[in-house]
């Protein structure tokens, strides 16, 4: 044996006696997950929320609102008086700007997910970036974590000079490491063992105090879970861009494509148009032009330029300064509720790493979005971007370990919106072999049903006066736009099929056990904050174009059938009363567990909410910026100033807020035509809820979230290594 050889020999024993003979206690040494969200790829980001969530959570019991609180800290804007846009802007801190936008548009470019590509995807490997380099992981089934790990406080005391720290895998044949530094210095590891098997995971530590003393800890063991959220807007944040459009403080918009010349829509005199009869807020003021908005804050501006509006110069940068999101086609955003619950499950345990992926998209039904390909928000004309994957397609490919796939068939009724002609198409669906996958998915987030009863066709009915007002707009979209809540009964009495297919499914095609499904149920948007329907101001937060009003009866119609539908859901879980006798999901139900518990934090919040202490100012501040031919300034606050992730009463987005948050424009049409500014109201994002009321779900959610992770699944220990 060769002196090396014999040295790493006597190295090994004298290791095995320290782990052996050294009694383990949890407070000797301490160790954490460096940078544990894996869909961040540096520490950066994850210190961001570190920091917040550390600050939000103070001392003493784990705050059961302690998201919410996490996003306040990481959104309320850098002013000293927050009580409007313009009052903000005014007592501005050092850290205005970046906080006005939103946390989410600084960790945009560093998430594991490739939004570049087409069709975009998780990739089958990341680089990720810890604090002693990079390493590039399979973004499914890590081979390894980074830990910090560090001698107790207590234990340090009157300790001077260097420790000397050994360290192997736990499984058999492991390398022996070893680093003498400083006591009082944290400890990397920078590559610990994962295997889905805790037994043969992590690595045994023990150190050396320089007065003789020896502490240790067998299990160094990382917990890695696999969450994957599935399903439509009220999961993928829709309304909520990772980086909200930036509006120019004083260019203008006009809405009319006759009117295409830099005089009139840049800077100079406005034209006169009759006032449009019953225009909303702006009503009272007969100079206002219906037509004229905000404008995106634009390169040809910053620069001191104005573009002819015409050119091709003018779209490509109106076009570039549209909003971000994580995935622009599902309008998918960091902001989603499931996004704050895998953070949170890696906040809150620190010997826990979180693998997630979302396949959320706004639009989504069980048929088009989970079993099949759907229309993209945004997006269709770019090369690849027709059609938005099927989600199921999508969670199966990143799973799989081959191109190896076996064939299901699945019953579906399917209907074309605003249609009550319902027909059953037969659905086949290619599964990895459960030989093939790489890991089991510990829990599934999932918000759907709600556009499989023709939730956009509701809204539209309850906020439009007839069908024929937007019908260029259902043109654009292939489908109709408004439809009564007598349609959205036909789909209602099908749903429970729907729901039985995507159970089967789940199973079937990932091993899901129904118990691990977290469904949320759909918050109720229409109560002002005195608990009552909304519509007695039928044009409040809707001002941005004089089409759309909340009609109170139509409200009622919807409501009543929304009441309908929440309950359907419930029986369809196998937890409500008075169901059915006939569904597909029978007695039981899916066996989701659907969650309700967070629906009574909405009943006062509802679209039309203003908070009961400044009520009318509140309520001003929901108008669409605008200013008078001639005026000064916008009223009532400068568009440039717009707090899109600031705390509100209300907590969903009016389309007004929509418009300036989203600000959604359909492609392949003028960006002048005077429907684009209800487009953009509309299919921005207009009725969902905001940043602020995805964080309160969020709080809900996660506490079901830890029942289910904090149990191991029986197969954990024999799944592929």
């Not at 340090?156 to 009082?184: I, S, Y």
């Not at 622009?328 to 704050?340: A, L």
Request: charged share 25%; proline share 7%; aromatic share 8%.
């Amino acid at each position: 044996m060769g002196r090396h050889s014999l040295a790493a020999a006597v190295l090994a024993v004298c290791i095995l006696a320290v782990f052996s003979n050294t009694p383990t206690q949890a407070q000797d040494l301490q160790w954490q997950v460096e940078n544990p969200f894996r869909f961040f790829k540096s520490t950066r980001s994850f210190a961001l929320h570190e920091a917040a969530y550390n600050a939000a959570r103070g001392k003493g019991d784990l705050p059961r609102d302690v998201v919410w609180r996490t996003e306040r800290r990481l959104n309320d804007p850098d002013c000293r008086d927050s009580s409007s846009p313009d009052r903000c802007a005014a007592t501005a801190g050092k850290r205005y700007q970046q906080s006005r936008i939103g946390w989410a548009a600084q960790t945009l470019g560093d998430v594991c997910y490739d939004r570049n590509s087409r069709p975009r995807r998780y990739p089958a490997q990341c680089e990720r970036t810890y604090s002693w380099g990079k390493a590039r992981e399979d973004y499914v089934l890590p081979e390894a974590h980074t830990v910090t790990i560090w001698i107790a406080p207590e234990k340090l005391a009157g300790v001077t000079g260097e420790c000397n720290w050994m360290w192997r895998p736990r499984r058999d044949g492991g390398k022996v490491e070893t680093r003498k530094q400083a006591c009082g210095s944290k400890l990397t590891i920078a590559r610990v063992p994962y295997a889905r098997d805790a037994a043969v995971s992590g690595v045994s530590v023990a150190v050396t105090l320089p007065n003789g003393t020896q502490l240790s800890e067998r299990d160094v063991v990382v917990e890695d879970i696999f969450v994957v959220a599935l399903g439509d807007s009220f999961a993928s944040g829709e309304s909520n861009p990772d980086k909200p459009v930036q509006f120019s403080p004083s260019r203008e918009m006009v809405y009319d494509p006759t009117l295409l010349n830099d005089e009139v829509a840049s800077h100079g005199p406005q034209p006169e148009i009759p006032h449009v009869r019953g225009f909303g807020l702006s009503s009272s003021d007969p100079q206002v032009n219906p037509k004229v908005l905000p404008r995106r804050l634009m390169e040809d501006e910053l620069a001191d330029r104005f573009l002819r509006l015409s050119s091709p110069e003018f779209r490509t940068y109106f076009d570039r300064a549209q909003a971000q999101w994580l995935s622009n086609d599902c309008h998918r955003s960091q902001y989603g509720y499931p996004v704050r619950v895998g953070l949170q499950l890696a906040l809150e345990n620190r010997h826990r790493s979180v693998t997630f992926a979302t396949f959320t998209c706004s639009g989504a039904e069980v048929a088009n979005g989970l079993f099949l390909e759907m229309d993209p928000r945004q997006g269709f004309s770019e090369p690849n971007g027709r059609k938005v994957r099927a989600q199921l397609d999508q969670l199966t490919d990143l799973l799989c370990r081959s191109n190896q796939r076996q064939q299901a068939a699945y019953t579906l009724p399917m209907y074309a919106a605003g249609s009550t002609s319902v027909s059953q198409q037969r659905v086949n669906m290619n599964w990895c072999p459960p030989s093939q996958r790489k890991r089991p998915i510990d829990v599934v987030l999932m918000s759907v049903g709600g556009n499989d009863v023709g939730f956009g066709g509701l809204v539209a009915y309850a906020m439009t006066e007839s069908a024929s007002d937007f019908a260029p707009i259902a043109a654009w979209i292939g489908s109709s736009i408004r439809f009564s809540p007598q349609v959205s009964r036909v789909y209602l009495d099908v749903l429970d099929e729907r729901m039985k297919a995507l159970k089967d499914a789940l199973h079937q095609g990932f091993g899901i056990e129904p118990s691990r499904v977290l469904q949320t149920t759909y918050e109720p948007i229409q109560y002002d904050e005195n608990g009552q329907l909304c519509g007695a101001q039928p044009t409040l937060g809707m001002d941005v174009h004089p089409g759309l009003n909340l009609h109170r009866g139509r409200l009622k119609e919807t409501a009543d059938f929304f009441d309908q539908f929440l309950g359907r859901l419930e029986c369809i879980a196998g937890k409500g009363r008075n169901c059915p006798g006939n569904l597909a999901t029978g007695a039981s139900g899916t066996g989701f567990r659907l969650i309700t518990d967070h629906v009574p934090e909405f009943l006062k919040r509802g679209v039309c909410a203003r908070d009961p202490k400044r009520a009318l100012a509140d309520g001003i501040n929901m108008r669409v910026p605008r200013r008078a031919p001639g005026g000064e300034a916008f009223r009532p606050y400068s568009p440039a100033a717009t707090l899109p992730y600031a705390r509100h009463w209300r907590l969903f987005r009016t389309p007004n807020d929509a418009f300036l948050t989203a600000h959604t424009h359909r492609e392949g049409v003028s960006a002048f035509d005077i429907l684009q500014p209800a487009y953009a109201g509309l299919y921005s994002g207009a009725i969902h809820p905001t940043a602020e009321a995805h964080a309160i779900v969020a709080d809900y959610v996660v506490r079901h979230a830890r029942g289910i992770v904090d149990k191991p699944q029986p197969s954990r220990a024999v799944a592929a290594q």
